[in-house]
């Protein structure tokens, strides 16, 4: 389980070539999870400290996706869909990744799987954002922010993590799970 994966950091790196080389995993999963503190910083423009170099990259998608970010009604539903492009650009990141080209190139099934976790109600929720093999990277982005993008007009505003939910897709205001820290 991975949440940013950049091509410099060694230490991830190892980590995702040890568990495809060596052990043989079948499944990698990019996990982001929404009411993120680092994401909340970069849309209100505060400094974290040495954090903000890894917040860098959440501030660049933060940019590209400027226009249709500010569109979301609520401040929680844009920290929320940011989380979410997020998880699409890192499964994007793991399937550059040398170690994971090299396993698809001698035939070793391998799935990266983008998914978000709920702190607010404890769900964790598949992004539909896959891919097992090797692929046109950019059209699969491409049709992986879409979907998003389709689901956030489905919402209407509503936060992210609610569109699954019947109950906040009725109207009814979202409210934290009451075990969720």
Known sequence: MVTLVVHTDLNCLSVVQFAVDELKVRHVVVVGHYGCGGVKAVLGGRSVGLADHWLRHPEDLRQVHH????????????????SELNVV?????????????????????IAVHGLVY????????????????????????????????????????LHS?????????????CT??????
């Open 89 to 109: 650009e890192q499964v994007c990141h793991v399937a550059q990744l040398p170690t994971l080209k090299a396993a698809w190139a001698r035939g070793q099934a």
């Open 67 to 82: 226009r249709r970010l500010e569109e979301l009604s609520h401040e929680d539903a844009r920290a929320d869909k940011l």
């Open 118 to 157: 709920g702190v607010r109600d404890g769900i964790l929720r598949h992004l539909g954002a896959t891919v097992e093999g090797t692929v046109d990277l950019r059209e699969w982005r491409r049709k992986a922010l879409l979907e998003l993008w389709r689901a956030s007009r489905a919402t209407s505003g």
């Open 176 to 181: 934290p799970h009451p075990f969720a820290p």
């Open 161 to 173: 993590h609610c569109a699954q939910d019947p109950v906040h897709r009725s109207g009814e205001s």
